[in-house]
């Protein structure tokens, strides 16, 4: 399928999805999330997903300057926006029952902050940062920020980056546990790619509970996670890839995992 706002192909059980919008440090369009939540719709068999920016940004926001959230009612016109296009496709991120691994150099701003931080797995270049800058035009997070910041990183934490509309650096993102790793900028590609193809290479059915179960836990008390858990230990347990896990840990050799 050909799209405008970004790029998708296979890499081996990779899908890679890029922003592409270089000229506007991919800048979103509410058709940008709509041909993202198209490419993660058709996984065709990736056993993991990979999202990045073209050129020196991951996302700089939802694209206002450009006139695409409207103008004769905006208030109305950001509603529908969000809910018809950003949140669906977040939701649809969130739902996938493979790894999600994002890359991110640059801005990674206002809906781009959370979209990165949507990844199971977020790997920054030295030179990002993620940045909640509402605050300083009067506006509010979004793109589910407030739930899911005060639970990446504390209430206070999310305070001081929806409130003050600052800057948190990617080292900084690190030190709060907001992000999985930093890299050296030329790095970035590589150290990504990687450890999304580690993942593809996992057991898959596992894989896709594990990231049901820590979305579910978040809002669950603990009796209703742990029955959740066995829940999804009896859905693991009957896969192809845990009969391949016993049967290679009695044999003292490394899995080899089909994904299924």
Known sequence: MAYEHILAERRGDVLVVTLNRPDRLNAAPPAMFDELRAAIGDLDGARAVLIAGAGRGFCSGADVAGGALGSDDPGAATFAALDEHYNPALLAIAELTV?????????????????????????????AYFLQAFVNIGLVPDGGASWMLQRLIGRA????????????????????????????????????FALAERLA?????????????????????????????ARAQQQARGSRDSMEGGMAFLSKRKPVFSGQ
């Open 99 to 127: 790894p999600v691994v994002s890359a991110v150099r640059g801005p990674a701003a206002g809906i781009g902050c959370s979209l990165a931080l949507a990844a199971d797995f977020c790997v920054a270049s030295d030179t």
């Open 157 to 192: 934490r999310a305070a001081e980056m929806m409130m003050l509309g600052e800057r948190v650096l990617a080292e900084k993102a690190f030190d709060w546990g907001m992000i999985h790793k930093v890299v050296a900028d030329e790095a970035l590609e590589e150290a990504a």
């Open 201 to 229: 290479a996992g057991p898959t059915v596992a894989l896709g509970l594990m990231r049901r179960a820590l979305h579910d836990a978040a809002t669950s008390d603990y009796a209703a996670a742990m029955l959740a858990e």
